[in-house]
C-alpha cells in the first residue's frame, strides 16, 4: 500500500542529546514537510523541501535540522540546541509543491525528553 | 505569512448540526483545506473547497467560503459520536514565500455529547 511512514511512534532523549526521526513516503510526492504539534498551538511548520537535495527553513527551524538525499525520505533531526523538544512532530507529503497542495500525513512521533 | 484563526473548543449534541468557524489573512489562496485529526494519529483530508466556489457540499460536510470577508466554515449535519476530533483549517499558498506551504489554524476540538 502507498502511503507515508513515520518512525519510531515515540521516543524519549535524554537532555543534550541528537534525536533523528524517520518519515519515508512510497507516494512518489515531490514536497516533504515538517511539523511540530502542540496542545493548543495547532500545527506549525519547522522545515519543508520541494524537490531532492533542497530544503527550506519554516516558521521555527531553530533547533532543528533536515536532509533530503532521496525523494522518499525526509528525516528531521532535533538537537541539543532545541531548548523544548517535547511535542509530537509530523510529516507530510504532497504531490507538488505547486497549486494544489492537498498533503497526506503520517500517523505521527511523540518525543518526550527525560 | 498567513495567520489563520479558529476558535478552540466546540461541544455538541449527537444528531444535532456542527459549524466550525476559520478566518485567514492570505487572499490569494487558492484551495481551501480541512482535515481532522483523530486522537494520537495523523491528519487525514476531509474536504477542500476552491477560491472561486462559495459553497461545496459532500454528504453531511457543507463547506461555505465567503472570500471577501477571508472567512471559511465548515458544517457538520446529523452530528455523530465517531465525528469527535480536531479539525483544522488550512488555506494552501498560491504563491512566494507562501508557494508550496500549508498553513495550519490552531484547530477546533469537537466533543459530541451522545
Known amino acids: 500500500d502507498g502511503g507515508i511512514t513515520q518512525s519510531p511512534k515515540y521516543l524519549f532523549r535524554k537532555e543534550g542529546q541528537n534525536v533523528t526521526l524517520s518519515c519515508e513516503q512510497n507516494?512518489?510526492?515531490?514536497?516533504m514537510y515538517w511539523y511540530r504539534q502542540d496542545p493548543g498551538q495547532g500545527l506549525r511548520l519547522i522545515y519543508y523541501?520541494?524537490?531532492?537535495?533542497?530544503?527550506q527553513k519554516g516558521d521555527i527551524a531553530e533547533g532543528y535540522s533536515v536532509s533530503r538525499e532521496k525523494k522518499e525520505s525526509f528525516p528531521l533531526t532535533v538537537t541539543s540546541a532545541q531548548k523544548n523538544p517535547t511535542a509530537f512532530y509530523l510529516c507530510?507529503?504532497?504531490?507538488?509543491?505547486?497549486?494544489?497542495?492537498?498533503?497526506?500525513f503520517g500517523q505521527g512521533t511523540r518525543l518526550t525528553v527525560v | 505569512g498567513e495567520d489563520v484563526e479558529q476558535s478552540l473548543f466546540l461541544s455538541v449534541r449527537e444528531g444535532d448540526s456542527s459549524v466550525i468557524n476559520c478566518t485567514y489573512t492570505?487572499?490569494?489562496?487558492?484551495?481551501l483545506y480541512w482535515y481532522k485529526q483523530e486522537p494520537g494519529a495523523g491528519l487525514q483530508l476531509l474536504t477542500y473547497?476552491?477560491?472561486?466556489?462559495d459553497m461545496k457540499q459532500d454528504q453531511r460536510l457543507t463547506v461555505l467560503l465567503n472570500k471577501k470577508d477571508k472567512h471559511l466554515s465548515l458544517r457538520i449535519a446529523d452530528t455523530q459520536t465517531g465525528d469527535s476530533a480536531i479539525y483544522f483549517c488550512?488555506?494552501?499558498?498560491?504563491?512566494?514565500?507562501?508557494?508550496?506551504?500549508?498553513?495550519f489554524g490552531q484547530g477546533t476540538i469537537l466533543t459530541v455529547h451522545p
Open positions: 507530510a507529503s504532497s504531490p507538488s509543491a505547486g497549486r494544489n497542495t492537498e498533503a497526506f
Open positions: 507516494l512518489n510526492h515531490d514536497a
Open positions: 523541501s520541494q524537490i531532492v537535495n533542497d530544503f
Open positions: 492570505d487572499s490569494s489562496s487558492t484551495y
Open positions: 473547497i476552491f477560491s472561486n466556489m
Open positions: 488550512a488555506p494552501s499558498g498560491a504563491g512566494g514565500t507562501s508557494y508550496g506551504k500549508l498553513t
